[in-house]
């Protein structure tokens, strides 16, 4: 148990981390309620669809331990995409360094790219970032961030997918003190 930190952490917090693939798989599982998301599938749809990891993440509200991520410390120019569902989330253009270990943006993308909601969880107030297509769990969005917004948008590497391609844009370097 000393090698997997995240692992004591849980029990220590008498948390029990639970996995898509360790679900149990129920037979009546409800019609999906019209929820305004454009993207919509059952949750074993979700688990046969999504890696572990971005399962967790994106359908059970899981966090990646911080420095983790394949994109905490990415710099090339394009779009960062929901893992669920494809959809542009966040542009390279609006990613900055914020020293956390996850990769942080201080705006998504144009449109209603993201929705945000009150997450009360872990005894403290937070907002929930989820994208507005799918509904996925993608983080947490900040009020210390750089400007222009000074807001940080917290997100999961878990819970994105790059495609270069889809953008001519650049890394905005911040530096915290």
């Given amino acids: 148990m ?12 008498g948390l029990g981390m639970t996995s898509c693939t360790a679900q149990t798989e129920s037979a009546n599982e409800p019609a999906p309620v019209d929820s305004g998301l454009t993207v919509t599938k059952s949750e074993d749809e979700w688990r046969e669809d999504l890696p572990h990891m971005a399962c ?7 966090t990646e331990r911080a420095f983790t991520g394949e994109y905490w410390d990415h710099h090339e120019k394009g779009v960062y995409r929901c893992a669920g569902c494809g959809q542009a989330l966040f542009d390279s253009e609006h990613k900055f360094e914020s020293g956390t270990g996850w990769p942080s ?10 929705t945000e909601e009150v ?11 989820l994208c507005s297509a799918c509904g996925g769990h993608l983080g947490h969005v900040f009020e210390d ?3 222009p917004t000074g807001l940080r948008y917290c997100i999961n590497s878990a819970a994105l997918t790059f495609d270069a391609d889809s953008a001519n ?6 530096k915290y003190d």
């Fill in 119 to 129: 997450d009360d969880s872990w005894i403290m107030r937070r907002v929930e970032v």
């Fill in 2 to 13: 000393k090698n997997n930190p995240l692992l004591l952490s849980c029990l220590v917090f």
């Fill in 56 to 62: 967790f993440v994106l359908r059970e509200k899981g």
């Fill in 145 to 147: 961030g750089p400007r």
């Fill in 169 to 174: 844009s650049g890394v905005r370097e911040v």
């Fill in 105 to 114: 943006f201080f705006q998504p993308a144009e449109g209603a790219a993201v």
